[in-house]
């Protein structure tokens, strides 16, 4: 029973993380087609602003989500050094501290602009 109730946890987790990512989504979308509407310039693949990058630490390893959105999976390359993981896409470099060291990445998923990283 421990077991189902550890997968529910996370699972529960993991669903409110989702809500608040496309949540998030959803009010850049609309902070974008406001700007637009008022004439701002705003390029599909430019960065504005701070990207939202969740590190969730459980027994199985080390999650991160990140917001890439305007990035390609080709331009994607991330070194892992310890306890810090650099992202890099084109112009882009975000460093993330991790809760502790990771000696690698054993899943990575990019879809829609959100990049899922599970680290060991």
């Given at each position: 029973?421990?077991?189902?109730?550890?997968?529910?946890?996370?699972?529960?987790?993991?669903?409110?993380?989702?809500?608040?990512?496309?949540?998030?989504?959803?009010?850049?979308?609309?902070?974008?087609?406001?700007?637009?509407?008022?004439?701002?310039?705003?390029?599909?693949?430019?960065?504005?602003?701070?990207?939202?990058?969740?590190?969730?630490?459980?027994?199985?390893?080390?999650?991160?989500?990140?917001?890439?959105?305007g990035?390609?999976?080709?331009?994607?390359?991330?070194?892992?050094?310890?306890?810090?993981?650099?992202?890099?896409?084109?112009?882009?470099r975000?460093?993330?501290?991790?809760?502790?060291?990771?000696?690698?990445?054993?899943?990575?998923?990019?879809?829609?602009g959100?990049?899922?990283?599970?680290?060991?």
């Open positions: 029973m421990g077991g189902i109730d550890k997968n529910h946890h996370f699972s529960a987790r993991l669903q409110r993380h989702t809500h608040h990512v496309y949540a998030r989504l959803l009010q850049q979308g609309l902070l974008r087609a406001a700007r637009r509407r008022e004439g701002e310039s705003m390029p599909e693949n430019e960065f504005h602003g701070q990207r939202m990058v969740d590190v969730m630490e459980g027994k199985d390893g080390i999650t991160i989500i990140a917001e890439l959105f990035v390609h999976v080709d331009d994607l390359l991330m070194n892992l050094e310890g306890d810090s993981l650099e992202i890099t896409a084109g112009q882009l975000k460093n993330v501290a991790l809760p502790r060291p990771a000696k690698s990445i054993i899943m990575k998923s990019f879809k829609n959100i990049l899922e990283l599970k680290l060991d």
